[in-house]
């Protein structure tokens, strides 16, 4: 006889306790992905106090919900994935070829590090084997105790499979061990911030324009989707260039799409060039187009290593609409929307 669905095969066992997917319910077809995660989450949290106590067959779908969530999420958008991790090492590090700087003793500087997964960069490039790694954001992160579990979450990441997040750079079992020394990852796992190894991460709540780093502190300093959001361009140029010790790395990753576009492909990369230059920033952000970040770059004292197109676009359907001196770019300026920059100080 077949089984009805949902029900276990019939040669299960008596007794088994797989974990066979739940039956889907009737009705539910329409309501969207966004909606059922969140009336899931929603009931989920109105049920923790008192503690939440589950019953079996919720617990096993639980289980099968958490599984494929994991693999779900293991995406580039998800700043806390494996995925994200892997593209973040291999565009920070391993794709600079010959620039590629030593890790051993370096200080590496995340500058607008974000609120949401601020320390995992830096935590990275510690597990990796650089010395010291200070994350700077003006806005403090959204979860302090959270921020320091998702180190916790990385490090069982690395230690499972490194290569799956630093690729071919060698990193053993013992390295990790020794790269992560000072680190107590069972207190940065129950949010405790005494798990941070004394001198070796640290976040700090400044704005770009006036770092509180030593001049030449930085070895390296790594923004993504930074520098497109400041205000004061060659200002923070000026800093970054203070700060960074003759011969130092700056990597950076600028995102010069119109941001609306990532969000409503209906809008143009470049529709926002369509305001006066004027304007110091529209939907936030500057506009400056990478090129011109690369010969604002050598102006305050860096030259350029590499300019790495990320993304292109056709400009030319929308150039007769945009502002000058937009409108009058060459076409190569205006066709790469996103770049990453690489840069030595002199
Ligand atoms: C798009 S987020 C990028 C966050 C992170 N790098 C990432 O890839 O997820 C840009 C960050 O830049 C920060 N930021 C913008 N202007 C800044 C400034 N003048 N000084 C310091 N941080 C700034 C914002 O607070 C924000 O966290």
Same mark, same amino acid.
């Given at each position: 006889?077949?089984?009805?669905?949902?029900?276990?095969?019939?040669?299960?066992?008596?007794?088994?306790?797989?974990?066979?997917?739940?039956?889907?319910?009737?009705?539910?077809?329409?309501?969207?992905?966004?909606?059922?995660?969140?009336?899931?989450?929603?009931?989920?949290?109105?049920?923790?106090?008192?503690?939440?106590?589950?019953?079996?067959?919720?617990?096993?779908?639980?289980?099968?919900?958490?599984?494929?969530?994991?693999?779900?999420?293991?995406?580039?958008?998800?700043?806390?994935?494996?995925?994200?991790?892997?593209?973040?090492?291999?565009?920070?590090?391993?794709?600079?070829?010959?620039?590629?700087?030593?890790?051993?003793?370096?200080?590496?500087?995340?500058?607008?590090?974000?609120?949401?997964?601020?320390?995992?960069?830096?935590?990275?490039?510690?597990?990796?084997?650089?010395?010291?790694?200070?994350?700077?954001?003006?806005?403090?992160?959204?979860?302090?105790?959270?921020?320091?579990?998702?180190?916790?979450?990385?490090? $069982? =990441?690395?230690?499972? %499979?490194?290569? #799956?997040? &630093?690729?071919?750079?060698?990193?053993? *079992?013992?390295?990790?061990? +020794?790269?992560?020394?000072?680190?107590?990852?069972?207190?940065?796992?129950?949010?405790?911030?005494?798990?941070?190894?004394?001198?070796?991460?640290?976040?700090?709540?400044?704005?770009?324009? $006036? =770092?509180?780093?030593? %001049?030449?502190? #930085?070895? &390296?300093?790594?923004?993504?989707?930074? *520098?497109?959001?400041?205000? +004061?361009?060659?200002?923070?140029?000026?800093?970054?260039?203070?700060?960074?010790?003759?011969?130092?790395?700056?990597?950076?990753?600028?995102?010069?799409?119109?941001?609306?576009?990532?969000?409503?492909?209906?809008?143009?990369?470049?529709?926002?060039?369509?305001?006066?230059?004027?304007?110091? *920033?529209?939907?936030?952000?500057?506009?400056?187009?990478?090129?011109?970040?690369?010969?604002?770059?050598?102006?305050?004292?860096?030259?350029?290593?590499?300019?790495?197109?990320?993304?292109?676009?056709?400009?030319?359907?929308?150039?007769?609409?945009?502002?000058?001196?937009?409108?009058?770019?060459?076409?190569?300026?205006?066709?790469?929307?996103?770049?990453?920059?690489?840069?030595?100080?002199?």
């Amino acid at each position: 006889m077949t089984p009805a669905a949902g029900e276990p095969p019939c040669d299960t066992p008596a007794g088994s306790v797989r974990k066979h997917a739940p039956q889907r319910p009737a009705g539910l077809g329409g309501v969207s992905s966004l909606d059922l995660a969140a009336e899931l989450l929603h009931r989920l949290q109105a049920m923790s106090d008192p503690p939440l106590v589950l019953g079996e067959p919720e617990t096993r779908a639980g289980l099968l919900l958490q599984r494929t969530l994991e693999r779900a999420l293991d995406s580039h958008s998800n700043r806390v994935s494996r995925t994200r991790y892997r593209d973040l090492f291999a565009t920070f590090h391993v794709s600079l070829g010959s620039a590629k700087p030593a890790l051993a003793d370096a200080t590496y500087v995340d500058l607008g590090c974000g609120a949401t997964n601020p320390l995992g960069a830096s935590f990275l490039f510690l597990a990796a084997g650089a010395r010291r790694a200070i994350a700077i954001d003006a806005d403090p992160p959204e979860d302090s105790g959270e921020a320091l579990r998702l180190l916790a979450d990385l490090a $069982a =990441l690395l230690f499972v %499979d490194p290569g #799956a997040i &630093v690729g071919e750079q060698p990193l053993t *079992l013992a390295s990790l061990l +020794a790269n992560l020394q000072g680190f107590d990852l069972a207190k940065l796992r129950a949010g405790d911030q005494r798990g941070l190894a004394w001198g070796r991460l640290e976040h700090r709540h400044d704005r770009a324009e $006036a =770092l509180s780093l030593a %001049d030449g502190e #930085a070895d &390296v300093v790594m923004s993504n989707a930074f *520098l497109e959001h400041v205000a +004061a361009v060659d200002a923070v140029l000026a800093e970054l260039a203070r700060v960074t010790r003759s011969g130092g790395l700056g990597v950076h990753v600028i995102d010069g799409r119109d941001h609306r576009s990532l969000v409503d492909p209906s809008i143009h990369r470049l529709a926002f060039l369509e305001l006066p230059a004027t304007e110091q *920033l529209v939907h936030a952000c500057n506009r400056v187009r990478p090129h011109e970040f690369a010969r604002r770059f050598e102006r305050a004292g860096f030259t350029v290593v590499e300019l790495v197109p990320f993304e292109r676009v056709d400009p030319e359907p929308i150039r007769s609409r945009l502002a000058p001196p937009f409108a009058q770019m060459a076409r190569e300026e205006l066709a790469v929307t996103m770049a990453k920059l690489v840069v030595r100080r002199r």
